[in-house]
């Protein structure tokens, strides 16, 4: 089993930056993807960022250029930089990790983007 605990979600302006981060514990060994999804009230759930156990990343096009993933292998934590923030990124943000095949979900975190 793999457990993931979210913080750093809150409520900010439009044009402002938060950093979500992500500590996994338990069986944390070959996890080999860490990523961020994202879910807004009466839509689905979609990837906002990936980041492999190799340092590969990948974004969803609505985020590139603003947001930013990282993994702290050594602390077993993955974080999202998210600048420039724009009242369509709030949302629900959930942190994922994904262990031999098996897929692995946070509680999620509200960010709320709003003047």
């Known amino acids: 089993q793999v457990q993931l605990v979210e913080s750093g979600g809150g409520l900010v302006q439009p044009g402002g930056s938060l950093r979500l981060s992500c500590a996994a514990s338990g069986n944390i060994f070959s996890i080999n993807v860490m990523a961020w999804y994202r879910q807004a009230p009466g839509k689905q759930r979609d990837l906002v960022a990936a980041v492999t156990s190799g340092g590969s990343t990948s974004y969803a096009d609505s985020v590139k250029g603003r947001f930013t993933i990282s993994r702290d292998n050594a602390k077993n934590t993955v974080y999202l930089q998210m600048n420039s923030l724009k009242p369509e990124d709030t949302a629900v943000y959930y942190c994922?990790?994904?262990?031999?095949?098996?897929?692995?979900w946070g509680q999620g975190t509200q960010v709320t983007v709003s003047s």
């Open positions: 994922y990790a994904q262990r031999v095949m098996v897929a692995y």
